[in-house]
C-alpha cells in the first residue's frame, strides 16, 4: 500500500510539478506535503466506485458531470449552508483553474476587464490575462474586497468604455492573506454587485479547511442564493491536486450555459471516474473523516509556525491579518513585523513595515527557505511574504521560522 515514503521516492521532477531543491525548506508552494495526500483513501473510494458503478465509471460521463457526484455535493453544500442547493446547481470541472477558464471563455470577450482583489491567487490572474482579459485589482481592508472601492472600479472601466466580465475573490481563508470576509461585508458586496449588475465569481478552495472549529460565515452564493454569484470549489486542497476535480455552483441557466460548450458535448463531464470515486468518498462518510484529520494536522502546522515566528520576530497574534490590511496600522505596531496566523487554509502572511520585499527575500534564500513574495499576489503599502505551513512538517517549519526571523531582524532595511 501506498504511504508518505513510497510517495517520497516518486516525488521528482517529471512526475510532479514543482521539486524543492534538497536541504531547502519549502514554504514556498499551496500545495499539500506528500504525507498528508490520501492515497489510500482514494484507492478504497475508486475501488467503492467500481464495485457500484461498473463499466459506467468508464464511459464519457454526463456533460454536466455524474448525477451521482452533483447529488452529494449539492446535498453536502444544502446541510451546511441551511439553503437549496440541487444537481440542478452542479457543473463538474477539472479544478478551480478548469472553472476559471469555463468562465472566462463563456461570460467574457477578449479585452474585457475582470475585478480581481488588491492581493489575489497570481495563477488565477495569469489564466485570465492568457483568455485576453485584463484583470483590475480593487483595494482590500481589514474584511476584503472594499465595496466603495469595487463601486469605484466598476465605474472607471465603464468609463474608459471597457465592460467588466465579472469579479473574482476569495471571500474564505484568502490567499494569500488567510483573511475572512464577515458576514455583513459579503452582503454590502452582494447588494453593490447587485445593483452594478456585476457578476460575482466566488472562489473557495480552502473554505472546507477551518482550523479552529468556528465555521466561516455563509457563502456569497448561500447568500444570494446562486443569482448572480458563481462559486468554485475543488478538492485539490482537501484531498489532493492531482484528481483534478472540482464543480461550479450556479443557477441552473448558468450550468446549461457551461455545458453546451462542444468540450463536453465531445468529451463528456471532465474526471468522470474520479468524480465517482471522489461521490463515494462523500457519501461513506470517508472524506468528512480526513477532512477532520487534515484539519489536526494544517493545524499543528500551522501552531508551530506562528508560535516561532511570533517568539523569533517579536509579532503579537492579532485578530487576523486584516487589522493591518493596506494601511500598516496593525496587532503589532510597535514592532518591524505583523504575522497574524490565519483561521484556516493554507498560509501565513508576514508584513514587513521597514523592510523592503528584496531584503527579506534575500535574507530567506541565504538561510535556504523557500518563500513567495508579496509582490506576486499584489500590491500595497509596506513588503509582505506569504509563506505555506501544508508542505512542511512541524519541526521544520519551526526550524524555518527561527531561520527567517533571525535574517529578517538582520536584513537590510533599504533595497538592494
Ligand atoms: C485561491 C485558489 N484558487 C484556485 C487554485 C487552484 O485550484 P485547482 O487546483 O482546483 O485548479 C488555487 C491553488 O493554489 C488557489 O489558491
Not at 451546511?80 to 446547481?89: D, I, L, N, T
Not at 468518498?281 to 489536526?296: F, I, K, N, P, V
Not at 491579518?321 to 503589532?332: D, E, Q
Request: with cysteine.
Amino acid at each position: 500500500m501506498a504511504g508518505p515514503l513510497s510517495h517520497a521516492r516518486a516525488w521528482r521532477p517529471g512526475v510532479v510539478q514543482q521539486v524543492c531543491p534538497d536541504g531547502v525548506l519549502d514554504l514556498g508552494p499551496g500545495y499539500l506535503a506528500p504525507g498528508l495526500l490520501p492515497a489510500g483513501l482514494l484507492a478504497e473510494a475508486y475501488h467503492g466506485a467500481f464495485a457500484e458503478f461498473g463499466a459506467a465509471a468508464l464511459a464519457y460521463g454526463d456533460d454536466r458531470g455524474a448525477e451521482p457526484f452533483r447529488a452529494a455535493v449539492a446535498d453536502r453544500v444544502a446541510r451546511a449552508e441551511g439553503s437549496a442547493c440541487g444537481p440542478e446547481h452542479v457543473f463538474v470541472t477539472a479544478g478551480t483553474s478548469h472553472a476559471l477558464y469555463l468562465l472566462a471563455r463563456t461570460f467574457a470577450e477578449p479585452g474585457d476587464v475582470v475585478l480581481v482583489e488588491q492581493y489575489g491567487y497570481d495563477l488565477g490572474r495569469r489564466l485570465l490575462r492568457d483568455c485576453g482579459l485584463r484583470p483590475f485589482p480593487v483595494a482590500m481592508d481589514a474584511h476584503g474586497v472594499d465595496p466603495g472601492a469595487f463601486e469605484e472600479a466598476v465605474t472607471t472601466v465603464r468609463a474608459q468604455g471597457r465592460r467588466v466580465a465579472f469579479a473574482c475573490l476569495v471571500p474564505t481563508f484568502h490567499n494569500p492573506t488567510g483573511l475572512v470576509m464577515p458576514e455583513a461585508r459579503r452582503r454590502d458586496l452582494l447588494a453593490v454587485a447587485r445593483r452594478l449588475d456585476v457578476l460575482l465569481v466566488e472562489d473557495d478552495a480552502y473554505a472546507e479547511l477551518d482550523l479552529d472549529g468556528r465555521t466561516p460565515p455563509r457563502s456569497l452564493a448561500g447568500l444570494a442564493e446562486h443569482q448572480g454569484v458563481v462559486r468554485l470549489r475543488t478538492f485539490s486542497k482537501t484531498l489532493a491536486p492531482g484528481l483534478r476535480l472540482g464543480y461550479l455552483l450556479a443557477d441552473p441557466s448558468v450550468v446549461t450555459r457551461v455545458a453546451e460548450q462542444g468540450v463536453f458535448v465531445s468529451g463528456g463531464s471532465a474526471n468522470h471516474t474520479t468524480s465517482l470515486a471522489v461521490a463515494h468518498a462523500l457519501r461513506s462518510g470517508a472524506y468528512d473523516r480526513h477532512l477532520t484529520w487534515l484539519r489536526a494536522r494544517l493545524r499543528t502546522r500551522r501552531d508551530a509556525l506562528a508560535t516561532a515566528l511570533r517568539s523569533g520576530l517579536g509579532c503579537g497574534l492579532g485578530p487576523g491579518m486584516g487589522a493591518g490590511m493596506g494601511s500598516g496600522v496593525g496587532s503589532t505596531v510597535d514592532n518591524d513585523f505583523a504575522c497574524d496566523p490565519p483561521e484556516g487554509g493554507y498560509f501565513l502572511w508576514v508584513r514587513a513595515f521597514a523592510h523592503p520585499e528584496s531584503a527579506l527575500l534575500a535574507a530567506a534564500e541565504a538561510v535556504g527557505v523557500r518563500v513567495a513574495a508579496g509582490s506576486r499576489f499584489g500590491s500595497g503599502p509596506h513588503a509582505a511574504v506569504r509563506l505555506a505551513y501544508s508542505f512542511t512538517e512541524p519541526d521544520k517549519l519551526t526550524v524555518a521560522a527561527g531561520l527567517l526571523a533571525e535574517a529578517w531582524r538582520s536584513a537590510s532595511t533599504t533595497p538592494a
